[in-house]
C-alpha cells in the first residue's frame, strides 16, 4: 500500500464491511449504510498513520483490469484495488487493524494472499486482531493457526442512579506513556508504542492515581471506553465506571471476552444489556486480562 492508493482503499473497505454488516444483521438490527463521508476521512487519516509507523504490515490486491470509472454505487470502483490487509508490529507483538476482499472477488484465494504477506511481516510475533463473524475470514484466521474467542458488547444508556463515587484516578498525557507500556507490556507482551500518541490527540485519558496499582482508560467524546488495560479487576471497574459516568445517550463497551467478565459486571450494574459481536483473535498469546482491547489498535 501506497499513500496514493488510500482513497481506492478505503472505498474498498467500505463497501467490502456494508456487505458483511448485511450478512450479519439481525431482524430487529437497522439496515446497515455505506461508511459516511467523516468517517470515511477518518480510516484514510488512520490508514496513512500506519503507513507512516509501519508500513510493511500494509497490503492491498488491486486487479490490473479493472475500469478505475467504473461507477460509485458498484463494487468495482474502488480504483482497482479489490482487497487490503493492514498490520502493524509493535516491538514483540504483531496486530491486524483492518482486513478484507470485495465480495465479487472473494472465494479466489486473494484474502489468503493478503493475510499470509501480513503474517510474513509479523516474522513469527505473537499476533491478535479483532474479527467479525464473517465465515470466509474467520475460517481464514482459523487455518492461520488463531484462537477465536468470543466477544460480548454491552449497550444501552446508562443508569444514572447505579453510578459509584469513583477515587483514585486522574487526567492522564504523555508523561504516563512510559509506565502504560509496561503494563501494556505485561498484559499483552508489547506497548502500544505511537499508538498512545495517537490515541491521546482523539480521546480523554484516565489513569490511577496508585501507580502499585496501575492502570488507565481512553475514554471518547461520547464517554465510551475505547482501550482499557488495569493489573487489577478492581482498577479496571472504576476506570470502567469513570468513562461510563461521562456518557450521554446510548453507550458502548466492546471488546470484552471471557477472561474480562468484571466488564460484564459492571455494564450489568449500569443497565447496559449484553449481546454476542464478534470475536478476539489470538496467536501465540493468551487474551489480555484485565483489558478491553481498542478495535483498531488493540
Not at 105 to 128: E, N, S, T, W
Not at 144 to 152: E, I, Y
Not at 170 to 198: E, T, Y
Request: charged fraction near 25%; charge should be negative.
Amino acid at each position: 500500500m501506497r499513500a496514493d492508493d488510500l482513497a481506492s482503499a478505503e472505498r474498498a473497505s467500505a463497501l467490502t464491511f456494508l456487505d458483511a454488516d448485511q450478512l450479519a444483521r439481525r431482524a430487529h438490527d437497522p439496515e446497515p449504510e455505506l461508511r459516511p463521508a467523516a468517517a470515511a476521512r477518518r480510516w484514510i487519516d488512520r490508514m496513512r498513520y500506519y503507513l507512516d509507523v509501519d508500513p510493511g504490515g500494509c497490503w492491498i490486491a488491486v486487479d490490473p483490469d479493472a475500469d478505475t470509472d467504473t461507477d460509485a454505487s458498484t463494487d468495482t470502483d474502488a480504483n482497482g484495488v479489490i482487497g487490503f490487509a493492514v498490520s502493524q508490529n509493535r516491538d514483540n507483538l504483531w496486530y491486524l487493524a483492518t482486513y478484507g476482499v470485495l465480495p465479487g472477488h472473494q472465494g479466489r484465494g486473494i484474502g489468503k494472499r493478503l493475510l499470509d504477506a501480513a503474517l510474513a511481516h509479523a516474522d513469527g510475533r505473537p499476533g491478535i486482531f479483532s474479527s467479525s463473524v464473517h465465515p470466509g475470514a474467520t475460517r481464514r484466521y482459523r487455518l492461520a493457526g488463531f484462537s477465536l474467542h468470543p466477544q460480548m458488547q454491552m449497550v444501552g444508556t446508562v443508569n444514572r442512579s447505579a453510578l459509584p463515587a469513583v477515587d483514585g484516578l486522574r487526567d492522564g498525557g504523555p508523561d504516563d506513556f512510559a509506565w502504560m507500556d509496561r503494563l501494556d507490556s505485561d498484559l499483552r507482551g508489547a506497548g502500544h508504542g505511537p499508538d498512545h500518541g495517537r490515541l491521546l490527540s482523539a480521546h480523554r485519558l484516565a489513569v490511577s492515581r496508585d501507580r502499585s496499582r496501575p492502570g488507565y482508560v481512553y475514554v471518547d467524546d461520547r464517554g465510551r471506553p475505547v482501550l482499557l488495560a488495569a493489573e487489577r479487576a478492581e482498577t479496571a471497574q472504576r476506570l470502567l465506571w469513570e468513562a461510563l459516568a461521562t456518557s450521554y445517550g446510548d453507550t458502548l463497551v466492546n471488546c470484552i471476552t471471557t477472561p474480562n467478565e468484571w466488564a460484564i459486571d459492571v455494564g450489568l450494574a449500569a443497565g447496559l444489556a449484553i449481546s454476542q459481536e464478534g470475536y478476539i483473535a489470538v496467536r501465540g498469546m493468551p487474551v489480555p486480562a484485565p483489558y478491553l482491547a481498542a478495535g483498531h489498535f488493540l
